[in-house]
């Protein structure tokens, strides 16, 4: 299996939403769908889930996934960040989508005094960021990943944990997500597989998205991942 960098997948992102003629709200929402049923086979209907969303499109996963769940008959609440100007495009499209659901269901963190409880036994979804991210995590952002590190919770990040890499290995006193599993798109990142960072990536598992896999096998890497048998 290759492993890809970053800008590889975005590539094969948008060589798929070109060639099957789709909008890129629509693959979106089948990363979400995805990341769904993969939940609702792993937990119990009246386990309650908290989803941390950030400003992009890591975060419009959160929200279609919060929206769908929520009409599965699951308990969640969702959080988003006030403190960004701009948002992406497609997590605007999903902000709207999930208030028409259920606007009750959203809270805004603005400040450290709304980082809300989350109860003992509860579930975290991490969608605060992806594999855009560029630079170590900061502020606002660094304090809710640390706080949410330090609850009694399993948290299960989406994509990737928020504030890794995908394509390098973490510093030292960095705030990234301690998942207890990661639900990776269609391929692992090179960063999920290294001992330092299994404290952050937990176990991962893999979604099938329905990215393009001819367009796939075309690209150049040197990396893979391959197992005995």
């Known amino acids: 299996m290759k492993?890809?960098?970053v800008e590889q997948?975005?590539?094969?992102?948008?060589?798929?939403?070109?060639?099957?003629?789709?909008?890129?709200?629509?693959?979106?929402?089948?990363?979400a769908a995805s990341c769904c049923s993969w939940l609702e086979e792993h937990l119990a209907k009246d386990q309650s889930i908290s989803i941390f969303c950030g400003p992009g499109n890591n975060g419009g996963d959160g929200l279609a996934m919060a929206r769908i769940l929520i009409k599965s008959g699951y308990k969640v609440k969702?959080?988003?960040i006030g403190v960004f100007p701009d948002h992406s495009i497609d997590f605007g499209k999903n902000l709207k989508l999930l208030q028409e659901t259920d606007a009750n269901a959203l809270a805004i963190i603005n400040s450290e005094s709304d980082f809300p409880h989350v109860p003992s036994g509860s579930i975290i979804i991490d969608a605060l960021f992806g594999t855009g991210l560029s630079r170590p995590v900061e502020g606002l952002m660094s304090g809710l990943i640390n706080y949410l590190n330090d609850t009694d919770t399993n948290i299960i990040s989406v994509d990737i944990p928020s504030g890794l890499f995908a394509d390098s290995l973490p510093e030292n006193n960095?705030?990234?997500?301690?998942?207890?599993?990661?639900?990776?798109?269609?391929?692992?990142?090179?960063?999920?597989l290294f001992p330092s960072t299994n404290q952050y990536v937990g176990e991962w598992h893999l979604l099938n998205i329905?990215?393009?896999?001819?367009?796939i096998d075309s690209l150049s890497t040197d990396k893979y991942y391959t197992t005995l048998g």
């Open 210 to 215: 329905g990215l393009d896999k001819k367009f």
């Open 3 to 5: 492993i890809l960098s």
């Open 78 to 80: 969702v959080f988003t």
């Open 174 to 192: 960095v705030s990234i997500i301690r998942a207890s599993h990661t639900l990776s798109f269609q391929l692992p990142k090179f960063s999920f």
């Open 9 to 31: 997948i975005r590539e094969v992102d948008r060589y798929t939403i070109d060639h099957q003629k789709i909008l890129s709200h629509d693959l979106m929402e089948r990363a």
